[in-house]
């Protein structure tokens, strides 16, 4: 009994990818892209997907990692020297100037 198209694997391939599916592949690449750019294409193809890999199991370790203990960390020491201000940093802040008024409509540019 043959079983539908949708339920095979990845179709026009049955259920993988064999030798010969896998000669057609790379036969095509090296026609579309010819033996001299082929190497670097292979080359920067393999470190994204390292880039990828790093990246995926960076977060990975990030999500499955325990929360830090937040009980046993120890709290800033109260330093009375530190709380008050120094000499000069309670300075008011310079006026600013008001933008000049303009009379009429600024938006009338008729004449």
């Keep these: 009994m043959l079983e539908p ?4 694997g990845i179709g026009f391939f049955g259920p993988g990818i064999g030798g010969g599916e896998l000669l057609l592949v790379l036969a095509a ?4 892209f ?4 082929l190497p670097g294409i292979a ?8 880039e990828w890999q790093r990246a ?18 120890p709290l800033p020491s109260h330093d009375p020297d530190r709380t008050r ?14 933008p000049p008024q303009v009379k009429g409509d600024p938006y009338d540019h008729a004449g």
């Design 5 to 8: 198209a949708s339920m095979s």
């Design 29 to 32: 690449a090296l026609l579309l």
């Design 34 to 37: 010819g033996s001299k750019r």
């Design 43 to 50: 080359r920067s193809l393999g470190k994204t997907i390292e």
């Design 56 to 73: 995926a199991r960076s977060i990975r370790d990030e999500l499955l990692s325990p929360p830090p203990d937040e009980t046993n960390t």
């Design 85 to 98: 201000p120094t000499a000069g940093a309670c300075r008011e802040a310079p006026p600013t100037e008001e």
